[in-house]
């Protein structure tokens, strides 16, 4: 019912910006709310940031004053901002829709996922 379109991954070097980009279609809710995860191989995903319909958002701390989270709702697409970049922030980046009153408890719950997109920081 919902599929999430990811870009912007690749590699940078450490101080480096990256934007990422993720656009939502199917049977999308204007109630929602919309994030960034990231993953590294053997570890859980970890919430980076999210950003709600009426423009709430929330961050790690390890991402604060770094990561900007901004949203087009009327797509609805997502985007994260990453300026700053660190070695640790290298990780597969997802992006995930969730809505508060979707009738599947478990996607409500945990939303939509996205594909992953790749984000390297390396000298």
């Known amino acids: 019912q919902v599929q999430l379109v990811e870009s912007g991954g690749g590699l940078v070097q450490p101080g480096g910006s990256l934007r990422l980009s993720c656009a939502a279609s199917?049977?999308?809710?204007?109630?929602?709310?919309m994030g960034w995860y990231r993953q590294a191989a053997g570890k859980q995903r970890e919430l980076v940031t999210t950003?709600?319909?009426?423009?709430?958002?929330n961050y790690a701390d390890s991402v604060k004053g770094r990561f900007t989270i901004s949203r087009d709702n009327a797509k609805p697409t997502v985007y994260l901002r990453m300026n700053s970049l660190k070695p640790e922030d290298t990780d597969v980046y997802y992006c995930?829709?969730?809505?508060?009153?979707?009738?599947?408890?478990?996607?409500?719950?945990?939303?939509?996922w996205g594909q992953g997109t790749q984000v390297t920081v390396s000298s």
């Open positions: 995930n829709v969730r809505f508060p009153y979707d009738i599947d408890l478990e996607r409500r719950r945990d939303g939509y």
């Open positions: 199917g049977s999308i809710s204007s109630i929602l709310v």
């Open positions: 950003i709600t319909n009426t423009g709430s958002t």
